[in-house]
């Protein structure tokens, strides 16, 4: 029986289906047979690249903040929502073989819908600073290697037209990470900014999420970045 522990966002659905209808005998692109009997890809998974960790890391641990759960849209529940757009960014942590790094330390920070930082170094920043969003959230991965956030869409900023949301990941027996991912409805903005066009055209693909919009306006929109570990 196929081994469901290939992680079916990095397998990819058609493939996937394929698998689980075919069975053994099921030829997957990409995926070999081990001899422990799971599937894992024939080639390592490309790593997640890099990016400047940028000014705005939050002066106090996010985990020593009094809000820094993975819903930054409201700082609690029953709070007034932050402004912007709703978008709900899951994904899964991985290393180079697909297979699930659960117990991962993920941290994000972005900037408000207007697009200021919670941080004193953007204190000349004359964009106002909304104090209903969190502006930083902490999840740990599930045994799959799964994480969630509810957050709001980023605002751009002077120097940035790319709309972002910083990451840092800590995963047992690997190096730490620190980039950030961007959004395909922007494509415009991410295309003029400065740190994205550091990337490669496949490092590009890798970090920009492509969203999927409810018909429902009130319900957020969702949409997947999946993450890469080096060995540390
Ligand atoms: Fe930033």
Request: charged fraction near 20%; aromatic fraction near 10%; glycine fraction near 10%.
């Amino acid at each position: 029986m196929f081994s469901a522990r290939v992680p079916a966002s990095t397998l990819g659905r058609r493939h996937f289906l394929q698998a689980l209808s075919g069975g053994m005998a099921c030829a997957l692109p990409g995926w070999a047979l081990a001899a422990n009997g799971l599937w894992m890809p024939s080639e390592d998974l490309p790593l997640t690249p890099t990016q400047t960790e940028g000014p705005f890391y939050p002066e106090t641990a996010i985990e020593q903040q009094m809000f820094n759960d993975a819903d930054l849209s409201q700082k609690m529940t029953g709070h007034e929502l932050a402004k912007g757009q709703l978008v709900v960014v899951n994904g899964t942590v991985t290393d180079r073989r697909g297979q699930p790094l659960a117990g991962s330390v993920v941290e994000v920070w972005q900037a408000c819908a207007s697009g200021r930082y919670n941080h004193s170094r953007d204190g000349e920043n004359p964009l106002l600073l909304d104090n209903n969003f969190q502006f930083w959230g902490r999840a740990i991965t599930a045994a799959d290697g799964k994480y969630s956030f509810k957050t709001i869409i980023p605002g751009k900023y002077p120097g940035r037209t790319g709309r972002h949301i910083h990451y840092r990941i800590d995963s047992p027996q690997h190096k730490r990470l620190v980039t950030q991912c961007y959004f395909s409805e922007y494509g415009e903005d991410n295309a003029k900014d400065g740190i994205y066009r550091q990337l490669d055209a496949k490092q590009r693909q890798q970090v920009t999420v492509e969203l999927d919009k409810p018909a429902d306006a009130a319900q957020p929109w969702n949409g997947a970045f999946d993450i890469v570990m080096a060995k540390a």
